[in-house]
């Protein structure tokens, strides 16, 4: 995950703040799957056999 901030306050008071905020995030993340060996899966696929592969950006 990627954040970056920039901001600068105009106004304080003790109550409360005026001010902009410019920034952005970045999060990926990736998933893999291999194999399967349940009773749906007839026949058995291998473990060396990738079945499910999604990235997430």
Request: proline share 5%; aromatic share 14%.
């Amino acid at each position: 995950m990627l954040v970056s901030r920039l901001g600068y306050n105009f106004w304080n008071t003790p109550r409360y703040r005026i001010g902009a905020l410019v920034g952005y995030n970045f999060w990926s993340k990736s998933y893999d799957a291999v194999g399967c060996a349940q009773r749906i899966c007839v026949p058995a696929i291998p473990t060396n056999v990738g079945i499910i592969s999604q990235d997430n950006d």
